[in-house]
């Protein structure tokens, strides 16, 4: 396998996950509204193959997860191409790899097919065994692409956030586009601290899982539960201070997380499971059912919370 400098995996996670979204920008354009299932379909496949060639050209000795990749959606089909998905690296070649590429080439698939949504995303994530057999997420990025903003690692251990030129407006928020034009193209990004006893919970527009709200009704805090879609659109309002934290149980996989948390840890964020255990990527099972990311101020406070209601989690 060829040496490869650090900032160059970061250079291209951000590279990557951007000009997919640019791709899926013009894919609602092409397809249309209409028929959902065809929507979300091309997007996925799209967006997958994309990475995928993209990936095998710039770095062909690594190996590749993607939601998209798995033998279980080989029968799925974008519109006007009847070739099955990339499949992904064999299990055995990827448990043994040393760098694993973690993507989810539409996260938030759901709202990706709801005209006026902008809380999808594109994840690519970077998972790397050094040779003392430590394991972590080296880099990772996370693009919004109809909010026009790409959140990404730098080679400096940190996270920074950059804006690009597409993207769609907001029909609700329509001021904080504005505010961001002012913006430079690239700022440094921080988990922002909450504001003294408030705590606003992004949670899944469509799957919230139960015990947050009894979690919420504990917590001795101002707490407001936020629906957004997507897992990378939740973590980055958290990064963005949009909201607070992002907690949630009861099923998600690798792909769901990997580049979200690679850019709230740089970030400065707390991101683990519901238990406080860390995160674990490039498992023989990508299941990793639960997650909660937030400021670190407010770890302990959640996740006592969470223990506190644990009879109601998710089995
Ligand atoms: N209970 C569950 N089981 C499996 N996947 C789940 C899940 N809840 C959420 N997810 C996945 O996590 C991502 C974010 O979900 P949500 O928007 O509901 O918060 C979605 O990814 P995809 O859109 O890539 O499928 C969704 O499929
Ligand atoms: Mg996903």
Redesign the pocket.
């Given at each position: 396998m060829t040496e490869r400098a650090a900032a160059d995996d970061h250079a291209l996670a951000a590279e990557l996950a951007a000009a997919a979204g640019r791709l899926l920008l013009g894919v609602r354009d092409e397809v249309g509204f209409a028929d959902g299932r065809a929507l979300k379909d091309t997007g996925d496949l799209r967006s997958h193959e994309y990475l995928m060639a993209a990936l095998a050209e710039r770095c062909p000795g690594d190996a590749v997860l993607s939601?998209e990749g798995r033998s279980s959606v080989a029968g799925k089909r974008s519109r006007g191409d009847d070739r099955a998905p990339t499949r992904n690296t064999g299990e055995a070649e990827r448990l043994s790899a040393s760098r694993v590429w973690i993507i989810?080439p539409?996260?938030?698939?759901?709202?990706f097919s709801e005209e006026g949504r902008r809380d999808?995303a594109v994840h690519v994530a970077l998972w790397e065994r050094d040779a003392a057999g430590a394991a972590r997420l080296s880099a990772g990025a996370v693009a919004l692409p109809a909010q026009g903003l790409t959140l990404r690692t730098d080679a400096t251990g940190g996270a920074s956030l950059v804006r690009d030129d597409a993207g769609e407006p907001d029909p609700v928020t329509a001021g904080s586009d504005a505010a961001r034009r002012g913006l430079p193209r690239e700022v440094p990004l921080h988990a922002p601290a909450p504001d003294a006893g408030k705590l606003r919970i992004a949670?899944?527009?469509?799957?919230p899982p139960e015990f947050v709200q009894r979690l919420a009704e504990n917590l001795d805090l101002d707490v407001e539960l936020v629906p957004?879609?997507?897992?990378g659109a939740?973590i980055s309002a958290v990064l963005l201070g949009e909201v607070d934290a992002y907690v949630?149980a009861?099923?998600?996989?690798e792909?769901?997380s990997a580049a979200p948390a690679a850019v709230a840890l740089a970030a400065g964020a707390h991101a683990s499971r519901i238990d406080g255990a860390p995160l674990e990527y490039n498992r023989k099972d990508p299941r990793l059912?639960d997650i909660l990311v937030c400021h670190p101020v407010s770890a302990s406070t959640l996740l006592t919370g969470i223990g506190d209601v644990s009879d109601s989690l998710p089995g």
């Open positions: 939601e989810d539409l996260d938030g698939t759901r709202e999808w949670v899944s527009r469509t799957r957004i879609g997507s897992a939740k949630h009861g099923g998600q996989y792909w769901d059912p």
